[in-house]
């Protein structure tokens, strides 16, 4: 009987968004809800499954890894791309990957949340009232204010419609956009230092990669304005960390709304959580009960085909 491993199951829901029926009938279903960062470790839990399904970018599984697990046969991620993974290496040993499809819009959303979370410091005065206290801050409005977008794909696209109908300035850069591509999408482009300078609110929804990473770094977040703010619901090495803590500590910029970090989850002792300037989630862009249906559905679709013989929604190396 085969053994799967489901990860990162940090609400202990997996089995309720999907039936699991038939496969429990042929395998051996383990569900994890706790994370584990030591590779050592992790390599230990896993090494006797011969599945394994991946929450997201949870859980990586470079070479490193994948060398370590000879058992493993069909590695599942949900979505259809997962940068933490390396498909090649595990093609290399033979090991199947597959993915899920996923919905664009909720990330979208949760980063206008937080925009208006910023905007209105809806998290502070609600703490406020709820310790007795009564009207402690004065919030800014969205209306005629920049909104700078960091990728205008199919999220950056969606926040760009929210801050028109919101009446503010959309501008947006990305590292292939052109002006017309920009105005298709109802923005205007800019350049990358244009934004950071001149926007109010500057939101990120580039993907991550090597071209990327801390993009975002001191010398970009030294053009903000003091009143403006950052928000990433992106990934979390888009941004340089250290570099962000800095400017937030300093009061250089108004403050971060951040579901995205370089390690995840994020210690409880972080500057990024005790610092008074920022709201912070725990990357929970995608996680929303439609969300999860699909994903926990098409991951027992995944582990089914495979068994029968007939694997589908393949990954191949990029």
Not at 59 to 79: D, K, M, V, Y
Request: contains cysteine; aromatic residues 6%.
């Amino acid at each position: 009987m085969l053994n799967i491993a489901v990860l990162d199951d940090y609400q202990n829901v997996a089995f309720e968004c999907a039936n699991w029926g038939d496969v429990a009938g042929k395998a051996t279903i383990t569900m994890f809800n706790d994370h584990i960062h030591d590779w050592d470790s992790l390599v230990e839990r896993l090494k006797d499954f011969e599945i394994i399904c991946a929450m997201r970018e949870r859980t990586p599984f470079p070479n490193e890894i994948l060398h370590r697990l000879p058992n493993l046969q069909l590695l599942i991620t949900t979505g259809m791309r997962n940068a933490s993974i390396d498909v090649k290496a595990a093609n290399d040993q033979g090991v199947t990957v597959c993915g899920t499809d996923g919905l664009p819009h909720p990330t979208a959303e949760l980063a206008w949340g937080l925009i208006l979370d910023l905007a209105r410091n809806i998290s502070r005065e609600n703490e406020s009232v709820k310790n007795g206290e009564w009207q402690t801050t004065m919030g800014v409005g969205l209306k005629g204010k920049t909104l700078g977008l960091i990728g205008l794909g199919n999220l950056g696209g969606q926040v760009a419609n929210y801050g028109n109908v919101f009446g503010m300035n959309v501008i947006a850069w990305s590292q292939n956009l052109t002006k017309e591509k920009a105005k298709d999408k109802n923005a205007k482009y800019a350049s990358l230092e244009t934004l950071m300078a001149e926007s109010d609110f500057i939101s990120i929804h580039t993907v991550l990669s090597l071209r990327t990473k801390g993009l975002i770094d001191s010398s970009k977040l030294e053009l903000m304005k003091k009143t403006s703010f950052l928000i990433n619901t992106s990934r979390g090495p888009i941004v340089d960390e250290s570099a962000l803590v800095n400017v937030l500590e300093k009061n250089l910029i108004a403050g971060a709304g951040l579901d995205v970090f370089g390690l995840e989850p994020l210690p409880p002792e972080h500057p990024l959580i005790t610092l008074g300037n920022t709201i912070i989630t725990p990357h929970v862009g995608y996680v929303t009960k439609e969300t999860y249906k699909i994903f926990y559905e098409q991951t027992v679709e995944c582990i089914t085909a495979f068994i029968q013989g007939n694997p589908i929604r393949v990954i191949n190396p990029t």
